[in-house]
């Protein structure tokens, strides 16, 4: 199993991250993770999607009035 171990900046781990292949496998050989994924998945609110769709639509209207990830951290950095 190829799982990647999470750690916060102290170097505590703090998460797993399994493989989504070898996750499917697990729920096939344990029913129980099946179920209690099924019981936990969770709708996102009304509120949520509303301004997910907001941020989609004005991304759509204005594709090149983005900053790429790295660059936006950069930015931050400078004013710190």
Do not use: C
């Not at 190829?2 to 991250?17: E, K, P, S």
């Not at 509303?50 to 759509?60: A, S, T």
């Amino acid at each position: 199993m190829t799982l990647q171990f999470i750690h916060d900046n102290r170097g505590n781990t703090t998460g797993v991250f399994i493989p989504i292949e070898e996750w499917q496998d697990l729920k096939g050989k344990y029913t129980d993770l099946q179920k209690e994924e099924s019981q936990n998945a969770t709708e996102l609110a009304s509120w949520q999607k509303d301004i997910l769709d907001e941020r989609l639509d004005d991304y759509y209207k204005n594709p090149n009035d983005v900053v790429d990830f790295d660059t936006t951290i950069a930015n931050i950095r400078k004013r710190i």
